[in-house]
């Protein structure tokens, strides 16, 4: 089989550009549609999004879990982390770490090379701590407890509300 180089490198462009927006796009809704998200933005002034796939069942289907924090997490191979200031578009990416099967067709030189992906994966292995470290100005683990119990107090309080007065279910709801 011949393949055109140019045509491969357009597609394989194509290709990036295609990941980096579904990426974007899934961060973005869990940032602003994902009720839990919404609701510890409404007491914390920034927060963490992490993503890791998962496969389906049927063991092919890959589907991304998204899923809002208070507090950074251990850096994982096969995750994804943003750090976003709360009611805004503001995000930052903090890793972008593959599955490690994966890691060398990454590397510098190589066609799917990606610089992000790369200093993930040598923050992964040469500097973890750093890595994982919290931002100078990310809450205490009190605090963030304290913001948990209240959000889950709430949306408690939300869903019985709900049960007992289904005619105030908005169209969203419904």
Same mark, same amino acid.
Not at 14 to 29: F, I, M, R, T
Not at 47 to 53: F, N
Not at 128 to 144: G, M, N, T, V
């Given at each position: 089989?011949?393949?055109?180089?140019?045509?491969?490198?357009?597609?394989?462009?194509?290709?990036?550009?295609?990941?980096?927006?579904?990426? %974007?796009?899934?961060?973005?809704?869990?940032?602003?549609?994902?009720?839990?998200?919404?609701?510890?933005?409404?007491?914390?002034?920034?927060?963490? /999004?992490?993503?890791?796939?998962?496969?389906?069942?049927?063991?092919?289907?890959?589907?991304?879990?998204?899923?809002?924090?208070?507090?950074?997490?251990?850096?994982?191979?096969? %995750?994804?982390?943003?750090?976003?200031?709360?009611?805004?578009?503001?995000?930052?990416?903090?890793?972008?770490?593959?599955?490690?099967?994966?890691?060398?067709?990454?590397?510098?030189?190589?066609?799917?090379?990606?610089?992000?992906?790369?200093?993930?994966?040598?923050?992964? /292995?040469?500097?973890?701590?750093?890595?994982?470290?919290?931002?100078?100005?990310?809450? %205490?683990?009190?605090?963030?407890?304290?913001?948990?119990?209240?959000?889950?107090?709430?949306?408690?309080?939300?869903?019985?509300?709900?049960?007992?007065?289904?005619?105030?279910?908005?169209?969203?709801?419904?």
């Amino acid at each position: 089989m011949k393949l055109n180089r140019l045509e491969t490198h357009d597609r394989l462009i194509q290709l990036h550009k295609e990941q980096a927006l579904n990426v %974007s796009q899934g961060a973005q809704d869990c940032l602003k549609k994902n009720p839990l998200s919404i609701a510890l933005q409404t007491y914390s002034p920034y927060i963490y /999004i992490y993503a890791h796939p998962r496969t389906a069942e049927d063991g092919f289907t890959k589907r991304m879990i998204w899923q809002p924090r208070l507090s950074k997490p251990c850096a994982n191979t096969n %995750s994804y982390l943003f750090r976003a200031i709360s009611n805004t578009d503001q995000m930052e990416i903090c890793w972008l770490l593959p599955p490690e099967d994966t890691w060398l067709q990454y590397k510098k030189g190589n066609v799917t090379e990606h610089e992000l992906v790369n200093w993930s994966i040598d923050q992964y /292995i040469r500097n973890r701590k750093e890595l994982e470290k919290p931002f100078a100005d990310d809450l %205490s683990d009190e605090q963030c407890k304290n913001i948990y119990k209240r959000v889950a107090i709430e949306m408690d309080e939300e869903k019985m509300m709900m049960r007992n007065y289904p005619m105030l279910k908005t169209s969203e709801q419904s």
